[in-house]
C-alpha cells in the first residue's frame, strides 16, 4: 500500500489539469536523492520538480504506459498540434476534436 507522505520509485501517471490527459510521471533515485520527471520534464521554472509535491497527484502506472504516454505526446506535438496529449496542462475538450473515420 502506498504511503502519501513517503514517494517510492517507479513509474506513474497523472493529470496536469482536472479534465486534461494523463502524462508519465517517474520517481527515482539520482545520485542517493529522489528525483521526479514529470510529462518528460524534471524541472518547472528553472527549479527541479519536487516529488513530495508531486507524489499525492500520481496514480500507479508500469513501463508501458510510461512509454506509450511519452510516445503519445511526442507524435501529438509533432503531427497533431490540437490532439489533447500535445497541450496537457488543458481539459480536453471533446467538441474540438473530430470524429474519426472509417476506413
Not at 509535491?53 to 503531427?79: G, I, Q, T, Y
Request: aromatic share 12%; glycine share 6%; proline share 13%.
Amino acid at each position: 500500500m502506498r504511503s502519501i507522505g513517503k514517494p517510492e520509485p517507479g513509474f506513474y501517471k497523472r493529470r496536469l489539469t482536472k479534465g486534461g490527459p494523463w502524462v508519465a510521471v517517474r520517481f527515482f533515485i539520482e545520485n542517493a536523492v529522489l528525483r521526479v520527471e514529470v510529462d518528460g520534464r524534471t524541472h518547472r521554472a528553472g527549479q527541479p520538480i519536487d516529488p513530495y509535491e508531486e507524489w499525492p497527484l500520481c496514480w500507479p502506472s508500469n513501463d508501458r504506459e510510461f512509454a506509450f504516454f511519452a510516445m503519445l505526446r511526442e507524435w501529438a506535438v509533432k503531427h497533431q498540434p490540437n490532439h489533447p496529449a500535445a497541450r496537457p496542462e488543458q481539459p480536453i475538450d471533446l467538441n474540438a476534436i473530430p470524429p474519426r473515420t472509417r476506413r
